[in-house]
């Protein structure tokens, strides 16, 4: 049911799907890894390839030869590995890393982790665990020398969709006076799985003024934090325990404001949602 709603609303927003390249058939069980990760749920892992990678929404595996958490192997020396992945759909990719152990070097001039993303570009080694980065396109890289190796790393990339569902799609806006409404898909139903949308919003005139607020509000907070189900409004993160400003109390945004709001790969964990309005005047 959520692929039928999900594609009705691509195809309303048009965004075309295209061909992808499937993942391998090796599977992981990430049981003890932390929030998104965890629980029973497999993820498909990226096989090395030169040919581009077309990702449908979801969440996907990438990790070192011989990688095993439980039974850790050393990755080989002498070793290339690349990854060029790109959106099925319009919408961001984000990686994370979970567990990242390489050999250390000056400037990681010896083993190393590369990720392009957009014009972007962050080199990891030793025990340096790379942040989270988002992209529209992902450029993996791994390379080993020919001294000295580590347990190497597991990292996920997940596919996420731009999608809204009635009011303003997500992008770029110019606002004349008036309210719009910013709600999450398939609200008052539970949103979906695997959803990133921005919203970067003007004022059009400077003598214009913008209040941001939530008459409905219901998005997971996992362990207390607001790391993979959350509405962010001009950099704060809000979730369970930690709403938005309501009705009662407009949050003033002067004449800009950036909405964003995430959700990961975890079907029976989604919630209700939001509804909430940006006003101009």
């Known amino acids: 049911m959520f692929g039928l709603k999900l594609l009705f609303c691509l195809l309303v927003q048009g965004l075309a799907p295209s ?23 497999n993820r498909p892992v990226l096989g090395c390839s030169s040919d581009v990678q077309t990702l449908e929404p979801g969440a996907y595996i990438i990790h070192s030869p011989n990688f095993d958490r439980h039974n850790p192997q050393n990755y080989t020396n002498d070793y290339t590995c690349t990854y060029q992945l790109r959106l099925k759909y319009h919408g961001i990719l984000r990686f994370d890393c979970f567990d990242f152990q390489l050999e250390d070097s000056d400037g990681c001039s010896k083993d190393r982790l590369k990720v392009t993303y957009g014009s972007q570009a962050l080199i990891s080694c030793g025990r340096n665990t790379p942040r989270t980065l988002y992209g529209e396109s992902l450029d993996i890289d791994f390379t080993t020398d020919s001294s000295g190796t580590d347990t190497g790393f597991l990292c996920t990339v997940m596919s ?34 695997s959803l990133y949308c921005r919203w970067d919003l003007s004022a059009n005139l400077l003598t214009y003024s913008m209040e941001f607020s939530c008459r409905d ?53 989604t919630r209700k949602g939001f509804n909430c309005t940006v006003v101009v005047k």
């Open 19 to 41: 061909s992808s390249v499937k993942a391998g058939p090796v599977e992981v069980t990430l049981d003890s890894h932390p929030l998104e990760v965890r629980g029973s749920y």
């Open 160 to 193: 996420k969709v731009s999608t809204s569902s009635s009011g303003l799609f997500c992008g770029r806006g110019f606002l004349e006076p008036g309210t719009y409404s910013l709600v999450s898909l398939f609200y008052p139903d539970n949103y979906g799985t």
């Open 217 to 269: 509000f219901d998005m997971v907070s996992w362990d207390g934090s607001c790391e993979w189900d959350y509405l962010e409004v001009n950099g704060k993160k809000y979730c369970n325990g930690n709403p938005p400003p309501g009705e009662d109390s407009p949050l003033p945004v002067g004449q800009h404001v950036e909405v964003v709001y995430e959700t990961p790969d975890l079907p029976d964990k």
